[in-house]
């Protein structure tokens, strides 16, 4: 029996088109086919922690990025800019993929990590990043998002501080103006514009 139209789309298509009228092929990305407008309307829309977070809102990459580099500038205050500008982005390939909490990551094992290194090596080429980040810079990325993920943890996601010491590590420090802020989960519009604007001024420090 000869496959449906419907099944062979099913089969052959890995990209998804963008508002922007972008075509971006997800096995294969071309920098040229990224644009930050896209990645800014997709981040605000997905909910970290599968939206089990307090608020009117869910609270969405976008808005856990921009606290990302808000505690890494804490932590390093003299961090250089492409270090602020890569931590903006080191969620960015979820405006694709999603945000997949950490435990189904670990079930569903390497396909994902190969496709989200992709993404994201195309994304650091189209805005002048080196396509795989050095060693040093990764982990102060990832000393960073762990505070964050500690502050939302306990602050939004009902973990106790105990729990969210023994998984993500202490607490920043993250001023109190700032906490305030950026765990306040915000509109979808509002994390978009947030989003695009701390890039436009990372951009162009």
Do not use: C
Request: hydrophobic letters at 45%; a positive charge.
């Amino acid at each position: 029996m000869a496959k449906s139209k419907f099944s062979t789309d099913v089969a052959t298509r890995a990209w998804q088109r963008m508002l922007s009228g972008r075509r971006l092929d997800l096995l294969d990305p071309s920098p040229l086919d990224i644009e930050v407008a896209d990645i800014a309307h997709g981040l605000a829309r997905v909910a970290r922690w599968n939206g089990q977070t307090h608020g009117p809102h869910i609270f969405s990459v976008a808005q856990h990025t921009l606290l990302v580099e808000a505690v890494l500038r804490e932590q390093l205050p003299r961090v250089d800019r492409t270090v602020r500008l890569a931590a903006l982005l080191h969620d960015a390939p979820e405006y694709v993929i999603g945000d997949m909490i950490s435990p189904f990551k670990a079930v569903i094992g390497g396909a994902y990590k190969v496709v989200e290194h992709r993404l994201l090596a195309a994304i650091h080429i189209r805005f002048g990043l080196p396509p795989v980040l050095a060693a040093e810079v990764t982990k102060q990325i990832k000393s960073a998002d762990m505070g964050a993920a500690y502050l939302e943890a306990t602050r939004l996601a009902g973990f106790k501080e105990a729990e969210a010491k023994r998984l993500f590590g202490k607490d920043p420090g993250l001023p109190q103006a700032a906490e305030e802020d950026f765990l306040t989960p915000w509109s979808a519009g509002k994390a978009e514009k947030r989003f695009l604007a701390r890039f436009e001024t990372v951009s162009t420090l």
